[in-house]
């Protein structure tokens, strides 16, 4: 699989997960082994690594014109209805870089599990300049 496919002037960007600096993820389920402050953390740290795809890929954030929809999952209990606000940590992220460009559509949503245990996956489309 690619990190981002850019097809015309969208970029697809695959699903990332919390990856520290060091390498390592942020794990764990929101309303078990994570509280909903701990999983907006997790939801931060996956916009950060957006970010430095996105870089990577296009060169320079500066490319990208518009962020037009996100799709959040959270690894979460199942009485566990927070998923929006957890889905923030990221969201406010975006919008702290890109300002009104960065304001999204979006989706968030609870897992039962997500890959390697990581609290929460997000997936982004992006309008790119050329």
């Known amino acids: 699989y690619k990190p981002v496919v850019i097809i015309g002037n969208l970029a697809y960007v695959s699903g990332h997960g919390p990856v520290l600096p060091d390498g390592s993820m942020i794990t764990g389920r929101a309303g078990d082994d994570l509280d909903l402050e701990g999983a907006k953390v997790a939801a ?62 979006r989706a968030a949503v609870g897992m039962a599990t997500l890959p390697r245990g990581q609290s929460v996956e997000i997936e982004m489309i992006v309008e790119v300049r050329e």
């Open 44 to 105: 931060r740290q996956v916009g950060l690594a957006i970010l430095a795809t996105l870089r990577a890929q296009l060169g320079s954030l500066d490319r990208v014109k518009r962020v037009i929809k996100t799709l959040g999952m959270v690894n979460s209990t199942p009485d566990f209805v927070e998923q929006p606000a957890v889905i923030n940590g990221f969201s406010d992220l975006i919008v702290e870089v890109f300002g009104d460009r960065g304001r999204h559509a």
